[in-house]
């Protein structure tokens, strides 16, 4: 980090944030724009944790201690719907107040918290399990700082705004803060009794327990004030949360293995969808990750979209709808915005709002506007929703001139990047760390750049634009953009090929050097079906030799390059959701043995994981006995790492769903190592529904149907 920092108008340089260091495990609870990350205890101690809304953090610190000392611990956990967090904790020895220490051991502390309404609930239950009555002191210390999101991760400030004293009343603590922004944010703290004390800092209860007696008292946190906290009305909010979480878990079709594990690799995945994806005006879109992308992003959205599109298109919809809607329409440095282009990330900290950070409405993203119309195209094929893609076809026309107009300015016909300004993202592809591309002797490349899987994603949007014009009767257009993908597939074969290698390089800078690394670039463009099957062939024999393939997962760059540190962020870790688009590349072309073995991968590290991925995790190589190394400030959970699972599962059966003429294609079916049956209900398609069951027997799997409501035919092929 530079030692200057940047005063209130001037925009910090994203390379300068660090993220700051952080306890070892940490749980997240998440309600819209409000969410919550706590230690195993359930306490905030102020460094990447605490309760955050809309990009702020009102609740900096949250402590509980039975006097002087925190309980000792005895578990920690999320429930697997991901409603509630809970501690179990026991007393140490505790000193009266006139005379010896009560013994340890005896009271069992549970701490029960969730989110609903953008407020905290929690519980804390005490049962006295001594012979004799205990008196506890209760201490609860407390903070609110208002830090940015940016602040927290380590960008520092000239100048902040007004804090205000904390209001004191009978049972709550209300802080206030004026950012420099002139918006004023505040968060309420407020228990079922009042303290024996209470001060801007600190609330303490003696509270007393008889023999195998159990009490209870109930805090809440909100941006706003309402009623006393209370048993009904903790219950009241816990039964609404537990409905709409389970609501929002049985979106789509239903996926059952004979696995008990893998049904749990499953359930769990859902279940961190659910808790991600946050309903819009336009539909439900996926916030990124927490704690650090807790919003909306361009990229992830629709990739996590286009993981479960097979069996739930409608958040595919809502993805788009909603990046339809904020597409850009004018030209700003600063944002990195051109008319045409998709979002790259929006916030709504006060950071954003002063142009501290560009982040407010952010376009910075060389690959979004392609996957746009991509994914739109996928959209339209799996639902038949022709009408749909009418409503976002102005956006798409728009989109698709954006990308022709990057590829016009380029001697290759190439989309490249260059960040408009300074405090902008320096690369601009999913490997956005400022050191993830590189030429092979380890310097970095002028600008502007071409990365190669940004090429497959623009040779996709074309594709899509000369099947939607042609089935609107424009031939000509259809013929034109067709043209565009044939040329820029040629180029990319051409350009980026490395024979020597037998595999495709990472980019091209400014002067159309090719950065001959290898990246597991190569397998988004097999996803994209951009390369020749002979060269895809190649790519996949190298991506599965040592020095890509971990043992679990496929790292983000060969052992034997240049740069490569198994734990950076970009530079030889692995990305669940960064496999998962190689595994279905690779079923593309036929590979089958080499997708089990990624899903089996996969899920071993998963279970490891207490069967919830993270966003990355560090690339050493597997080791009998040793489980995968964490990635330190991983988000967890992560949109498209939860979605990996499902496009793994997409690869391994062959599936594709032709929404329109009411068909399901399967090719080659395959079943995940140890499951022997897995069945998906209720699959919609159309007016209809179709129920299938694929089913080992000796070396085949077979498939059986059964539908609901219009007849669907499945194919295979």
Known sequence: MNDLAPSHTTPVEWGDIEEPRVPQRLYALKDRDTFIVADSHGDIVGAADGLFHHDTRILSRWELTLGERSPTLLSGAISQDNVYFTSHGLNRAIPAPAGPAGPPGVVHIERKRFLWGERLYERIRLTNYNAEVFILPVVFRFAADFHDMFEVRGARRRKRGHVFPPEIGDQSVRFGYEGLDGVARGSVLAFSEPPASLTERQAEFRISLATDQCKELYVEVGAAEAQAPSRDRYRAAAARARYAMRERRRQGARITTNGRLFNAWIDKSRADLALLTTPMKTGPYPYAGIPWFSTCFGRDGIITAWQILWFE????KGVLSYLAEWQAHETSAFRDSEPGKIMHETRRGEMSALGEVPFGRYYGGVDTTPLFVALAGAYAERTGDYAQLDAWWPALERAASWITAKADQHPLGLISYARAMDGGLTNQGWKDSGDSIFHADGRFPQGPVALVEVQGYAYAAYRTMASMTARRGDSEAAERWSRRAAALRTVVEDRFWMAEHGFYGIALDGHNELCRVSGSNPGHLLFTGLPRADRAEKVALHLFSGGFFSGWGLRTLATDQPRFNPMSYHNGSVWPHDTALAALGLSYYGERDGVVKLTA???????????????????????????????????????????????????????????????????????????????????????????????????????????RGPRLRVRYG
């Open 601 to 707: 991968a996969l899920f071993e590290a998963a279970t490891q994981f207490e069967m919830r991925l993270p966003e990355l995790f560090c690339g050493f190589p597997r080791a009998a006995g040793e489980p995968p190394v964490a990635y330190p400030v991983a988000c967890l959970p992560q949109a498209w790492a939860a979605g990996a699972v499902f496009m793994l599962l997409q690869a391994c059966l062959g599936l594709s769903i032709n929404g329109e003429g009411a068909e399901v294609e399967i090719r080659n079916p395959v079943l995940p190592i140890g499951i022997d049956r897995l069945s998906l209900e209720g699959l919609q398609i159309g007016d209809g529904a179709i129920d299938l069951t694929f089913e080992r027997q000796g070396s085949r799997v077979a498939v059986h149907s059964n539908s």
């Open 313 to 316: 298109p409608a958040l595919a």
